[in-house]
C-alpha cells in the first residue's frame, strides 16, 4: 500500500510539472502556451478582456499585460495575438507574440536568448525586416524560420547586442513580417533594408 501511495504520488507529481512545462512551451507553427494558432477567437476569452488593441478590415490585435502589484500595467511581460476572418462569422488566432522570458522552446529559446543561441537552435532563420528609429537610436531586426512557422525580434541600441525581445508563431509557411507593423513597439520605427 505505501507503494501504491508513493508510486501515485510521483505519477502526481510527474503530471503536474509536464501541466506546468506545457502552459510557458512555445511550440513553433503551433502554440504559445495554452493559446493556439488557428483556435477560434472566442477561445481567447480564457484570458479576459484584452488591455489593448486594434481591429479593422475583419483583423484584430488583442493584447493582455501582466500586472504589479499595484495592478499597473508591466509591458515587460506581454501577450498579443492576432486575429482574422476565415469564414463570415468568426476569426482565427493567425499570430501569437510573447515578450515574456518564462516561456520557452523546446531548445530553451525565448525572450532573453542572445542572437547566436537562437541560430544555432533555429539555423534556418532569415533576417526579414529591419527597422530603426529616425535618430537611429534604437532598431528592431526580425529573423524568422517560415518552414517552422517562427520568428524571433531582437531589440538594440547601437552600443549592445542583439537580444530576442520578443517570439512569434505563425503558420508554417507564411511570413510573420505580413502583420509586424501593426503593434506595439513598431510605433516610430521605421522599415529600412537589412
Given at each position: 500500500m505505501r507503494y501504491l501511495i508513493l508510486f501515485l504520488s510521483t505519477l502526481l507529481f510527474t503530471l503536474e510539472s509536464h501541466a506546468q512545462q506545457s502552459a510557458w512551451l512555445i511550440v513553433p507553427g503551433q502554440r504559445i502556451g495554452q493559446i493556439k494558432l488557428e483556435a477560434p477567437a472566442q477561445r481567447l476569452a480564457v484570458l479576459g478582456k484584452?488591455?489593448?488593441?486594434?481591429?479593422?478590415?475583419?483583423?484584430?490585435?488583442?493584447?493582455?499585460?501582466?500586472?504589479?502589484?499595484?495592478?499597473?500595467?508591466?509591458?515587460?511581460?506581454?501577450?498579443?495575438?492576432?486575429?482574422?476572418?476565415?469564414?463570415?462569422?468568426?476569426?482565427?488566432?493567425?499570430?501569437?507574440?510573447?515578450?515574456?522570458?518564462?516561456?520557452k522552446t523546446e531548445k530553451g529559446i525565448g525572450a532573453g536568448s542572445t542572437l547566436s543561441a537562437i541560430k544555432k537552435a533555429y539555423p534556418g532563420i532569415k533576417l526579414v525586416r529591419l527597422y530603426e528609429t529616425a535618430n537611429k537610436a534604437r532598431r528592431i531586426a526580425v529573423y524568422e524560420d517560415t518552414q517552422q512557422g517562427i520568428a524571433f525580434e531582437t531589440a538594440n541600441s547601437r552600443s549592445r547586442k542583439p537580444v530576442c525581445s520578443m517570439v512569434v508563431v505563425f503558420d508554417p509557411g507564411e511570413s510573420a513580417a505580413g502583420y509586424l507593423d501593426f503593434h506595439v513597439g513598431f510605433d516610430l520605427m521605421n522599415p529600412v533594408e537589412p
Open positions: 484584452p488591455d489593448g488593441g486594434d481591429a479593422a478590415m475583419m483583423k484584430a490585435w488583442r493584447i493582455w499585460y501582466s500586472r504589479k502589484k499595484d495592478n499597473s500595467i508591466d509591458s515587460t511581460h506581454m501577450l498579443a495575438v492576432f486575429t482574422a476572418m476565415r469564414t463570415q462569422d468568426t476569426q482565427y488566432v493567425k499570430q501569437i507574440r510573447v515578450n515574456s522570458p518564462k516561456f
